[in-house]
């Protein structure tokens, strides 16, 4: 099992150096081909005199001309950071950035973003919400950390929770596990009892199935959110694998969670399948 193929979102405002850098490591060491992909677009200014319209649409035109000009100069420093040390290919789109990337999906294995400003992703026209990613692309998603120049491949914790969000990012996050120098399946439970202990270590025995020795780990509380987010930094954790949207979708995101707490902390790399 790996990763064929890698999709690459880069943001049109940048940089985009440290994202691709760890998107190349993570194609080399999986022999992936490599689409790096950008899209955006502008809003059409809304004018409420009849003469302001051809006014109007002149600078529509113009700031989506600046879009297409950023997307040759985004295309060369992507192909001058790659320098042919994989396969690659380049994509772009004058689209709404999630509708476009959800559609791009299907050509990969995995997508790689960014999330600077972490759920609340900013200018919709210009960048891509995680949290709508995650849901859509129907694609296992690797969230970046702000600063990150490598494959988050060192300690990687399994927040587990029996899902089948979880149990779809477990399996999809095999290839990256197998990489790592350590993994630890967690679990948070107010009570935790035998089914708790059974539910983790299965999880340790799928791992190991595929030739990964994982730890486990079951911690007591009622905060699910707070308690993984103490452990994580206690951990030093290089990444987290999670699934996302465990609870009601709309209740979580409305309200909070485990997944919006992980798609705010922009100091983790995560590791997210719906």
Request: hydrophobic share 45%.
């Amino acid at each position: 099992m790996s990763y064929k193929s890698i999709l690459l979102n880069v943001d049109i405002d940048g940089p985009i150096g440290p994202i691709t850098k760890i998107a190349i490591d993570l194609a080399r060491r999986t022999e992936a081909r490599l689409i790096g992909f950008c899209a955006a677009d502008a809003p059409l200014p809304v004018t409420m005199a009849p003469e302001g319209a051809a006014i109007a649409a002149e600078v529509w035109q113009q700031l989506r001309d600046d879009i297409q000009k950023r997307f040759k100069d985004l295309h060369a420093e992507f192909d001058s950071l790659v320098a042919g040390s994989v396969a690659t290919e380049w994509r772009e789109a004058l689209d709404n950035p999630n509708h476009a990337l959800v559609a791009t999906a299907r050509i990969a294995d995995l997508i790689i973003t960014g999330a600077a400003q972490g759920a609340s992703s900013g200018d919709s026209y210009r960048t891509v919400d995680p949290g709508t990613l995650a849901l859509r692309a129907g694609r296992p998603l690797l969230i970046t950390s702000s600063g990150a120049e490598q494959a988050p491949t060192g300690r990687i914790v399994v927040a587990w929770k029996d899902t089948r969000e979880a149990r779809r990012a477990v399996a999809d996050a095999v290839p990256l596990m197998a990489m790592a120098d350590d993994v630890i399946v967690v679990t948070v439970d107010s009570e935790p009892g035998d089914r708790t202990a059974a539910g983790i270590k299965d999880v340790a025995t799928f791992l190991a199935s595929h030739g990964i020795t994982a730890r486990t780990e079951v911690l007591k509380a009622d905060d699910e959110s707070d308690k993984l987010i103490d452990f994580l930094s206690s951990a030093d954790a290089d990444l987290i694998v999670s699934g996302a949207y465990g609870h009601s979708r709309i209740r979580e995101w409305v309200f909070g969670g485990v997944t919006r707490s992980l798609l705010d902390d922009t100091r983790l790399c995560r590791f997210m399948s719906s």
